[in-house]
């Protein structure tokens, strides 16, 4: 029973597998290898973007913050969710990436944008000239932080926003394939032709030992990736094993078989908690996620049965009133199981 | 017979299988999972330095540069050779690390600083006060860039300059094992005891797949290590996998066992080269590469053979007079074979 | 019947001739002269500080962005009013001398931080450990950007907060000056006995040409001062001519009688506007700056007339109906007139 | 007798006058007053580039990093002399302002890069593709900092190299007036005509307060460099007195005569050591500063006489044995007298 987070499962075995199958031999370093290549090329196909680059790296956060860095200049602002991942999770990373940008947060229920808000935001930002941050790019979370999506007509509204203004879009896709999977939309769909510049393509959350591919759609910003990637120590000489983790993801729809597990183990717990009273959903569990509010009575019960999940907010506290609700966080992943989920729902109930 | 780098080769097949086994069940992730605490205790006991602080990371330039950025400031002076792979190859991975710090290089033969260059470097930066660049921190690169090894002495001749100016020691250790059984030196001996601050401690070369230990033996410097890794995305959310590569690669001193076939192989390849009429030695042979000039015409036939390697510089051709004599580096890993070697030096002899 | 800016008013007559007389003869470059040195004393004796180091910089950004580098890491957060001029009005320049950092922005009436929305924007910062940008330091603005003062009880109340967090404190005091004034305090009152450890000590907006004092009343802090200064091109060669001026802002209280007199054309300017038919303040005019709604037809009457001043915000426009109420920000300075008052009332009366 | 430097002299009468009549009234801040519009304009008109952009900062260092920073890359190499200011005295203001470019460090006797060490220095950096630091620009100082001069035809010949390899070039004009009239050649000459991309035209050492020019003679280049400048905080609110400095720097040729005046006083200084028993010249004397050996006990007969300069380099030492030659840098400036110069050869000789 652990909810703590998709980055607390292991590695699907399919693609643990083809590690062991990549390890054959002497191969060239640092991404020259046939792997590698192939990989890049499948990406290609996938997304129906012929002219696209691709990049892989080990982490999320790498792959956002050197986004965030071709896409922006240091004396700019990115715009994106007050709960975005970049800004909250990520030590400042864009920040460092970029030489010094600055986030400018928009607001917007569950951790969604408001198109408004954000067209409010970029129009209020750079008025004076000079003497203001620039308008720099616009930075959109799907699946969001509050385990919402956001569908491709949605991503589309907000991107007209952008290039009202002429700014890139980038998204921060840690959980694509989940957001892809509850909007039955096609990678395309909810990427170039909703109007988004670079994506963020995760696969660690997803069943990955530790790999994302950033996709450049737009060619001429790939340009100085690879140098920023090599300088952010981001290269990896024995690049095969990436490449290895990335191919095994996605062939046969690995990728999104794993996410559709994911997400009907969210909403089998969804509807469980729908079910259960006392307890309510707090953001719509549109992907692998769901936030619910139970009383603390309830979460004493089920921690000490052996549940792991974290309180969301953190600062909650396990004492207190006995019925006063308090609002979990829990994640299920591509290994999550239904016996799981049930032993969960059984301890809530108590 | 892939002489190009040690890095061209695959993973040793003991730390596979540990990756396999590490996949069990879901642990708490960033870091948090037993294996990595044990594999942090593991490295102390072998350092034997109780106080230490252990980091993993997946590449030897988040090593190297993170080190950097913890032991000197922006406005300060990393006095390296001429030859250090973080002056020639990271793409200027420190300058970024560290907020704009400037390598001041130091001359010496084999890669290997000469300590007088080494104090007159030193001694040279920083003299006008305000106005210049200050002095910061002195790294070491052992085994060096062209395949030569300081003994614990000379290292330890090299950490007094440091002491003389106040400024701490890095090595970088992306073939610190190499280096270690070249001198049949303790880990200790070659590091802390001989004054060394930090250590970039290199698993990827070595038969890794991709990580290296960063060992902090003072732990007052790594209050900001934590904060600038996640910053810097080098912090692993299946962290476990990093901790298990390192824990099989120390696991019954296989490390050492596979830095000792390395180098095995290297001397078995100059040996066979110093026999070799036409053929000279250019750097002593002292841990697993062998830089060597040889007649373009044996360049010619070895790499019509399948051999692969780089001539060093790149700049030379394999056009031009058939005995005019070329310099190659050859460097051997843990996958290297006896008959590999025999098949090159069969086809550099012709 | 100039507005604008206090920053389109030239330099006091005192402070120009003050540039003549430090002409004289050859004088040592970079602050090592004479006048420098009796600058810095006199400040640390104004201030009650004998311990406190003094710099002199030519521009309020440097000032600030330069106290920012030193109070915090670029992992860090600043937090400062929504409107402070480090956040709205230097381009990012503390995101670019800090390496990054991360400006966290609190609400509060009147560019003032309220005291509790403070402390909930700190207590909400760094609270994931690694994951987040951590606590860094608080910035307060004094006089704000909307005309208003802190009193030394009031600051001293945002210092506690701070100081719960372990956090330093800098002020920056662009217009210090009339902060001062504002509230009879001393020096000592306003900055240190407050609990600020840093100040940015405004001269140019006040009669100078281009000069503001960072005082650091910690001198353990200002041991980076100096390479960081230097290091952004902020320390002038002809360092006396930023001290002459410095001198002579101080010499006799001339910086606050300057500010004396501003204050007191922003308090007739606010009186006469409150007595004036269909103008209202917006903000308390505490010090030399007066934010006042008043209809559409009186701008248009008043910009014909003459009078130069921004409509606040910028993006308020001259056309529609005549009666609608604009905000215009109106600020004084050392060298604004009764008579330019009395002409500008008289022009939105018409 | 004060050698020391020429910004140990003060401001010319006729430029600080032009700051008393710059002080009338009211003016726009940040560069938009008429002032800094004409004298743009005539600084194009002296360049004959009537498309070049123009802005002003007060310190040379801000100069010279605001135009590395737009004309290279963070992980690219900036070639320059040895000795250059940029290299040696600005405390690593071009690695803050580029974001962590690597100097890269040409010889060549005097201060100036020979042009094949300087075309060897290009080709061997970048080679390895992503590994290395890439090649960004070359900075060429002139007047060098030994005092020697590169006629327009050597500014050719060195940008004829950085053209080969793409590069865009840089002058650092901190003493441009002084090189300009060693070689009786006209600014365009010098610069644009030569292949100069960027000059950083000197005013401060040569009579002003404190005033640069960059002049950007490509304007596509000046995109980011107001951005650059205001959040360096180099833009200043009462902009009219750069601007008024520069004016009065111009006007008449008044810059061309304080530097011939300079580089006479340099001239006779030379004349009269090469005359001097047991004094030689170490630099060609060529602008406005003069190197020269002489034996220790004139030094101290000269410094106890009241003469002020450096010995260069700094660590000689005025203890030993009396006829061992050591070497000063003495720098004339607009300020230097005949009747100085005279006392100075008079204490030399004993």
């Known amino acids: 029973m652990n909810f703590a987070s998709d980055n607390t499962s292991g590695v699907a075995p399919q693609i643990l597998a083809a590690l062991g199958r990549a390890n054959a031999g002497h191969v060239p370093s640092y991404g020259a290898d046939p792997l590698t290549e192939a990989v890049e090329a499948e990406i290609r196909t996938i997304f129906e973007a012929p002219e696209a680059r691709v990049f892989l790296v080990a982490t999320g956060t790498a792959a956002n913050a050197l986004s965030c860095a071709i896409l922006t200049d240091p004396w700019a602002a990115i715009f994106c969710h007050r709960n975005a991942h970049i800004e909250e999770d990520e030590c400042g990373a864009p920040e460092f990436f970029t030489g010094g940008s600055k986030l400018v947060l928009v607001d917007g229920e569950h951790a969604k944008m408001a198109p408004e808000a954000l067209r409010r935001a970029i129009a209020h ?11 720099g790019m616009v930075s959109i ?3 969001t932080e509050a385990g919402a999506v956001y569908t491709p007509d949605e991503v589309a509204q907000l991107s007209e ?5 002429h700014l890139p879009v980038h998204m921060d896709g840690a959980r694509f394939a989940n957001a892809l999977v509850a909007c039955d939309a096609s990678p395309a769909e909810m990427t170039w ?7 963020s393509f995760g696969g660690t959350k997803n069943g990955c030992m530790g790999v994302e591919a950033v996709v450049i759609f737009d060619p001429a910003r790939a340009a100085e990736f690879e140098l920023r990637r090599k300088r952010a120590g981001h290269l990896f000489s024995k690049h095969r094993f990436l490449a290895a983790q990335m191919a095994s993801y996605l062939e046969g729809g690995l990728w999104l078989n794993l996410a559709r597990h994911a997400n009907a183990m969210a909403a089998r717990l969804a509807e469980g908690l729908a079910a259960t009273p006392g307890a309510t959903l707090v953001h719509p569990p549109q992907a692998n996620a769901v936030f619910t509010a139970f009383p ?3 979460h004493i019960r ?7 999940y974290y309180l969301w907010p953190f600062d909650q506290s396990l004492a207190g009133p006995p019925e006063e609700p308090l609002v979990a966080r829990l994640v299920c992943s591509w290994a999550t199981t239904e016996a799981e989920i049930d032993a969960f729902l059984a301890l809530v109930r108590g």
């Open 161 to 165: 926003i952008a290039r009202d203004f």
């Open 193 to 199: 032709r909703a109007g988004v510049d670079v994506l």
């Open 125 to 135: 930002t750079g008025r004076g000239g000079v003497h203001n941050v620039q308008r």
């Open 296 to 298: 603390r009575a309830a």
């Open 302 to 308: 089920a921690q000490a049965g052996g549940a792991q």
């Open 141 to 143: 979370t799907n699946a």
